[in-house]
């Protein structure tokens, strides 16, 4: 069964800081890969996601991601901390055979920005 | 308007009433979906439907029903409420592409 690893449940950078968001996957075969971005009393919103074709992937607000097979990873990052970054953060994925379109989501990383 | 839509936004229910969370989208999407979120387990699904009169379980079904006679609406039901009931319900809708979006969610409390 697939599953979704976040390591560091709480990240703390400091404005301007690099962030770095780590997720790693368990699946056989490489799945469909998203972030997703929480903040207080909203919805998720896709950041970017990983179909095919080239694996740094670009997503909104200047993070990117970078699927890497060989260690089963899709870290994200952005070069320079917002304080409007501050937020929970979701790494999600899911099967490309199943056509139930179902994600599995880790358990979340919240995002402090310092200023 | 355009996108996906919840209600109501917050719900205060007793013990053993029924409830209903209603979900509208209007981009015709075939597939919806129904999460809740909680301290600790992050979102986990509880429904899901792949079209109109299709509908599945998830990780977490067990006291809650849907339905889907409409291919925007996938409506919520608590047949008999609990205290562990209470918690954030995401309603979803997305295409064959598995990319979901979310509606604004329903915090419901069950006391």
């Known amino acids: 069964a697939q599953s979704v690893t976040q390591l560091g449940s709480h990240v703390s950078v400091s404005e301007g800081a690099l962030v770095l968001l780590r997720c790693n996957y368990s699946s056989s075969v490489p799945p469909y890969l998203f972030w997703y971005v929480q903040y207080p009393n909203q919805g998720l919103q896709l950041l970017l996601k990983?179909?095919?074709?080239?694996?740094l992937v670009k997503g909104i607000n200047g993070f990117e991601a970078e699927f890497k097979k060989s260690e089963t990873s899709f870290h994200l990052t952005k070069p320079s901390a917002h304080m409007s970054d501050a937020a929970e953060y979701f790494c999600?994925?899911?099967?490309?055979?199943?056509?139930?379109?179902?994600?599995?989501f880790g358990q979340g990383t919240t995002l402090q920005v310092k200023p | 308007d355009a996108g996906i839509t919840q209600s109501p936004r917050y719900k205060i229910t007793e013990t053993g009433r029924q409830v209903t969370l209603m979900c509208h989208q209007t981009?015709?999407?075939?597939?919806m979906f129904w999460y809740r979120q909680d301290l600790g387990h992050g979102l986990r699904l509880i429904y899901y439907s792949a079209a109109a009169d299709i509908t599945d379980k998830g990780e977490v079904p067990d006291g809650y029903v849907v339905s889907r006679s409409k291919t925007e609406n996938f409506p919520l039901t608590l047949e008999s409420a609990t205290r562990s009931q209470t918690s954030v319900y995401f309603c979803?809708?997305?295409?064959?592409?598995?990319?979901?979006?979310f509606g604004p969610g329903t915090r419901l409390t069950v006391t």
């Open positions: 979803a809708s997305g295409r064959l592409s598995h990319e979901q979006y």
């Open positions: 990983y179909t095919t074709g080239a694996t």
């Open positions: 981009w015709s999407h075939s597939y």
């Open positions: 999600a994925v899911s099967d490309r055979s199943s056509n139930t379109g179902k994600l599995i």
